[in-house]
Protein backbone atom coordinates (compact mmCIF):
# COMPACT_ATOMS: atom_id res chain seq x y z
CA UNK A 1 0.00 0.00 0.00
CA UNK A 2 1.29 3.25 -0.89
CA UNK A 3 0.16 6.42 0.30
CA UNK A 4 1.00 10.50 -0.29
CA UNK A 5 1.30 12.50 2.95
CA UNK A 6 0.48 16.09 2.42
CA UNK A 7 1.20 18.99 4.38
CA UNK A 8 -0.91 21.86 1.77
CA UNK A 9 0.63 24.88 1.40
CA UNK A 10 0.24 27.81 -1.50
CA UNK A 11 3.81 29.18 -1.27
CA UNK A 12 5.14 25.49 0.23
CA UNK A 13 3.91 22.46 0.26
CA UNK A 14 5.39 19.41 1.61
CA UNK A 15 4.71 15.82 0.50
CA UNK A 16 5.95 12.33 0.83
CA UNK A 17 5.36 9.32 0.23
CA UNK A 18 5.34 5.80 1.97
CA UNK A 19 4.80 2.29 1.36
CA UNK A 20 3.77 -0.36 3.67
CA UNK A 21 4.51 -4.05 2.51
CA UNK A 22 6.18 -6.12 5.13
CA UNK A 23 8.03 -3.31 6.01
CA UNK A 24 7.12 0.90 6.15
CA UNK A 25 9.69 2.64 3.81
CA UNK A 26 9.62 6.26 3.29
CA UNK A 27 10.10 6.27 -0.20
CA UNK A 28 10.83 9.66 -1.16
CA UNK A 29 9.74 13.38 -0.06
CA UNK A 30 9.93 17.21 -0.88
CA UNK A 31 8.14 20.31 -1.21
CA UNK A 32 6.54 21.81 -3.80
CA UNK A 33 6.85 25.91 -4.54
CA UNK A 34 5.01 28.21 -6.20
CA UNK A 35 6.06 31.48 -7.37
CA UNK A 36 4.82 34.22 -5.51
CA UNK A 37 4.61 36.97 -8.38
CA UNK A 38 1.96 34.26 -10.45
CA UNK A 39 -1.45 35.13 -9.83
CA UNK A 40 -3.25 32.36 -7.36
CA UNK A 41 -4.81 30.47 -10.43
CA UNK A 42 -1.51 30.07 -11.82
CA UNK A 43 -0.10 28.84 -8.75
CA UNK A 44 -2.45 26.43 -7.74
CA UNK A 45 -2.88 25.02 -11.57
CA UNK A 46 1.38 24.97 -10.60
CA UNK A 47 0.15 22.70 -7.25
CA UNK A 48 -1.84 20.38 -9.43
CA UNK A 49 0.39 19.90 -12.16
CA UNK A 50 3.64 19.06 -9.53
CA UNK A 51 0.87 16.62 -7.60
CA UNK A 52 0.10 14.90 -10.71
CA UNK A 53 3.81 14.05 -11.77
CA UNK A 54 4.38 12.72 -8.30
CA UNK A 55 1.20 10.43 -8.23
CA UNK A 56 2.12 9.26 -11.86
CA UNK A 57 5.98 8.60 -10.68
CA UNK A 58 4.79 6.67 -7.48
CA UNK A 59 0.98 5.69 -7.59
CA UNK A 60 -0.51 5.78 -4.13
CA UNK A 61 -3.99 4.91 -3.69
CA UNK A 62 -4.25 6.95 -0.35
CA UNK A 63 -4.02 10.77 -0.07
CA UNK A 64 -3.32 11.79 3.88
CA UNK A 65 -3.67 14.98 4.02
CA UNK A 66 -3.12 17.48 7.41
CA UNK A 67 -6.13 19.75 7.78
CA UNK A 68 -5.77 23.60 7.75
CA UNK A 69 -5.98 25.48 11.07
CA UNK A 70 -5.23 29.30 11.36
CA UNK A 71 -6.60 31.12 13.91
CA UNK A 72 -5.16 34.57 13.29
CA UNK A 73 -4.48 35.54 9.53
CA UNK A 74 -7.87 35.27 7.35
CA UNK A 75 -6.01 36.33 4.17
CA UNK A 76 -3.33 33.27 4.71
CA UNK A 77 -6.15 31.02 5.86
CA UNK A 78 -8.02 31.36 2.71
CA UNK A 79 -5.08 31.24 0.40
CA UNK A 80 -4.12 27.72 1.80
CA UNK A 81 -7.75 26.02 1.59
CA UNK A 82 -7.68 26.97 -1.50
CA UNK A 83 -4.37 24.96 -2.19
CA UNK A 84 -6.28 22.39 0.30
CA UNK A 85 -9.06 22.27 -2.04
CA UNK A 86 -6.89 22.17 -5.56
CA UNK A 87 -5.03 19.23 -3.51
CA UNK A 88 -8.38 17.44 -2.94
CA UNK A 89 -9.71 18.05 -6.23
CA UNK A 90 -6.09 16.36 -7.66
CA UNK A 91 -6.37 13.80 -5.81
CA UNK A 92 -9.91 13.05 -6.07
CA UNK A 93 -9.39 12.96 -10.37
CA UNK A 94 -6.58 10.09 -9.42
CA UNK A 95 -8.83 8.46 -7.82
CA UNK A 96 -7.40 8.28 -4.30
CA UNK A 97 -8.64 7.87 -0.98
CA UNK A 98 -8.25 10.92 0.61
CA UNK A 99 -8.00 10.87 4.25
CA UNK A 100 -8.17 14.15 6.66
CA UNK A 101 -6.51 14.31 9.59
CA UNK A 102 -6.60 18.02 12.40
CA UNK A 103 -3.24 18.63 13.77
CA UNK A 104 -4.10 17.26 16.75
CA UNK A 105 -4.71 13.71 15.48
CA UNK A 106 -1.50 13.93 14.28
CA UNK A 107 0.40 14.79 17.06
CA UNK A 108 -1.86 11.84 18.87
CA UNK A 109 -1.29 9.63 16.41
CA UNK A 110 2.49 10.53 16.32
CA UNK A 111 3.70 10.75 20.38
CA UNK A 112 0.39 9.89 22.28
CA UNK A 113 -0.40 13.57 23.17
CA UNK A 114 -2.28 15.90 21.14
CA UNK A 115 0.00 19.03 22.35
CA UNK A 116 3.09 17.50 21.40
CA UNK A 117 5.97 19.69 20.13
CA UNK A 118 7.20 20.02 16.65
CA UNK A 119 10.55 18.48 17.90
CA UNK A 120 8.50 15.63 19.42
CA UNK A 121 6.67 14.63 16.34
CA UNK A 122 9.57 14.53 14.74
CA UNK A 123 11.67 13.07 16.99
CA UNK A 124 8.68 9.93 16.55
CA UNK A 125 8.67 9.83 12.76
CA UNK A 126 12.65 9.23 13.28
CA UNK A 127 11.73 6.44 15.23
CA UNK A 128 8.77 4.67 13.94
CA UNK A 129 10.77 4.82 10.55
CA UNK A 130 13.86 3.78 11.96
CA UNK A 131 16.12 6.46 10.13
CA UNK A 132 18.86 9.12 11.38
CA UNK A 133 18.33 11.42 9.10
CA UNK A 134 15.85 14.60 9.78
CA UNK A 135 13.87 15.21 6.98
CA UNK A 136 14.03 18.48 5.55
CA UNK A 137 12.09 20.97 5.08
CA UNK A 138 9.48 21.30 7.89
CA UNK A 139 6.93 21.22 5.59
CA UNK A 140 8.07 17.24 4.64
CA UNK A 141 8.42 16.12 7.76
CA UNK A 142 4.90 17.11 8.11
CA UNK A 143 3.81 15.88 5.22
CA UNK A 144 5.26 12.17 6.32
CA UNK A 145 3.62 12.40 9.82
CA UNK A 146 0.17 12.83 8.00
CA UNK A 147 1.23 10.17 5.68
CA UNK A 148 2.15 7.78 9.27
CA UNK A 149 -1.03 8.91 10.62
CA UNK A 150 -3.04 7.15 8.30
CA UNK A 151 -1.14 4.05 9.52
CA UNK A 152 -1.57 4.94 12.85
CA UNK A 153 -5.68 5.60 12.76
CA UNK A 154 -6.69 2.51 10.36
CA UNK A 155 -4.58 0.02 12.67
CA UNK A 156 -2.03 -1.10 10.16
CA UNK A 157 0.51 -2.31 11.60
CA UNK A 158 3.77 -0.85 11.52
Known amino acids: MIVLGIDPGLAATGWAILEKNETLRLIDYGCWHTKSGDNISRRLLALSRKMQKVIRQHRPKILAVEEIFFAKNAKSAIKVAQALGTIKLTAENARLSVEEYTPLQIKTAMTGYGRAQKSQV ?33 KIEI
Not at 123 to 130: E, S, W
Open 122 to 154: LFMVKQILGIKKTIKPDHAADAVAAALTYFQTK
